[in-house]
């Protein structure tokens, strides 16, 4: 039996690689707003997870955060720096997980560009909270799922497949290096 992959008639597989991968992180990361933020993920421990919002992609692909200085996060992190992110940007589509490397500042400059004022909630004596630091995350690699033509043209491809019975699936994925 073929794989679901050698059934369709259009290629659905494509690596990515410098600024295209760049590209479609910053495509991805908007459509999701948010991820999954995994620290602890290499050394045997249970990993801890927690949803987080990306505030900022910079050119280079890195990921940048505002945490608490004294959140378990950041004590992760500074035990080690290795970190996942997991992004959903739709029921159906858009998904990519990043592996990278954390690192945290308290770059005053970079606090004020990247401060929300919902994130009084978090943060309660505003931008000059002394518990606020960024968290940069610099992906080494990971991987995207994602619809080639949108979400409208996938949805109907998949209602032809069905109907004739061919896997008309338009979904790509690959490998980012970013």
């Known amino acids: 039996m073929d794989s679901i992959n050698k059934q369709q008639p259009e290629e659905n597989h494509e690596d990515l690689q410098g600024s295209e991968a760049v590209k479609k992180l910053k495509i991805?990361?908007?459509?999701?707003?948010s991820c999954f933020f995994c620290t602890r993920i290499i050394g045997g421990e249970q990993f801890s997870?927690?949803?987080m919002s990306v505030q900022k992609v910079?050119?280079?692909g890195d990921l940048l955060f505002l945490s608490a200085a004294d959140s378990y996060k950041n004590k992760h992190i500074q035990a080690d720096p290795n970190v996942q992110l997991l992004f959903q940007g739709s029921p159906h589509s858009d998904f990519m997980t990043l592996y990278g490397h954390a690192?945290?500042?308290r770059d005053k400059a970079?606090?004020?560009e990247l401060w929300n004022p919902i994130l009084k909630t978090w943060f309660t004596e505003g931008e000059?909270?002394?518990?606020?630091t960024v968290i940069r995350v610099s992906p080494r690699d990971g991987y995207y799922w994602d619809t080639k033509?949108?979400?409208i043209v996938a949805f109907a491809k998949t209602l032809i497949g069905a109907a004739i019975g061919k896997t008309l699936d338009d979904s790509i994925e690959g490998k980012l290096k970013v």
């Open 28 to 33: 991805l990361v908007d459509k999701a707003q």
């Open 49 to 51: 997870t927690r949803p």
């Open 58 to 60: 910079d050119d280079k």
């Open 103 to 105: 690192s945290i500042s």
């Open 110 to 112: 970079q606090i004020k």
């Open 128 to 132: 000059n909270d002394p518990r606020i």
């Open 149 to 151: 033509h949108g979400q």
